[in-house]
């Protein structure tokens, strides 16, 4: 079988660094091992643009994956050709063999038809559980899939689940937080989001962008310029037709400098001083939030709501990220700085569930189809 995973995690001095990549993959490993299966992973880390390259090897993958697993991972250091068809000869029912980057060959990402076809003669059914590539029309995700089988794997089953009811039949009331910097790569998901959601929560820098829109005084804050504000205000205008509550911040940390070290202090969101930049929402902007996040049945959160990897800054987020553990209802994490924010302040465990895909997951919020799922005969 051959399976494609979503293994681009980071690595630090030739190690792997965070590796919840790594273990979301294991459910569908698991799965397929105790059926039996003989199963040839494949995927891409990192961007080595069609060319070998060491710095990109997923070799160490393979390590950190067969202690995970508890059993060995064999590792060819190629993806197709000789040396794959060698590795993936000596496999026995249940063993697990991990192929090297896909991503060396060019033809990964052009979606090449000979290169998704020599993938194809390794394996007689393909699976796809690489959620966080799904977005991609790649020979791994989309091309190999009108050539064998093709089925999805637990995760992408679960992530495209999941994402999908959110839209189509949440409980309401429906709380959507979006924070982050840039309202332009936000828009589309935004306007969805007015569409479906109750109440939509801005935070973060792209909050000033709205705040400039509408009038305010944003000091020396992040904000977008027209084409950005232009955008604020047709999500405002989207969002009163639609009836859904858009609400920015009341107040805000303002700091003297992008620093942990600078003064700070608290203003009104749309009266920051010249010279000052708001860094954080303010306190009566995390319990109008907080209050709203506790009394929903379903929340989606994406994006910080400030600077939250520095100290001072980081309690609107954590704040959120604590009202979104205690709400009862569904609760949805998705991209990637938000994902890490509710990972940091140890509420993880405590969400109904934390999507892997940042752009994937986006681009499913947004309304798309995903060409990684929609090659899929029974995955949509
Ligand atoms: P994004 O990639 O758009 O989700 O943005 C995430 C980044 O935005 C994080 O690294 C935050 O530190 C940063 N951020 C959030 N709010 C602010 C803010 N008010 N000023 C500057 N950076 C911010």
Known sequence: ????????????????GDDTRIRAALPTIEFLRAAGARIILVSHLGRPKGERNPQYTLAPVAVWLSELLGTPVAFADDCVGAAAATAVAALADGDVLLLENLRYHAGEEANDAAFAAQLAELADVYINDAFGAAHRAHASTEGVAHLLPAYAGLLMEREVSVL???LETPQHPFVAIVGGVKVADKIAVLERLVEVADTVL??????????????????S???????????????????LETGCELLLPRDVIAADAFSAEAATQITPADAVPADWMGLDVGPATIELYTERIRSARTVLWNGPMGAFEMAPYAEGTRAVAQAVAECDGTTVVGGGDSVAAITQFGFADRVTHVSTGGG????????RVLPGVAAIPEAH
């Open 1 to 16: 079988m051959l399976v494609r995973v979503d293994l681009n995690v980071p690595l630090e001095d030739g190690a792997v």
């Open 164 to 166: 999908t009811a959110l």
């Open 202 to 219: 801005i935070g973060g820098a792209m909050a000033f962008t709205f705040v400039v829109a509408e009038g305010g005084q944003v000091g």
């Open 221 to 239: 804050s992040l904000h977008e310029d027209a084409a950005g504000q232009a955008i604020a205000l047709r999500a405002r205008a989207k969002a």
């Open 360 to 367: 994937a997951s986006l681009e499913l919020l947004e309304g």
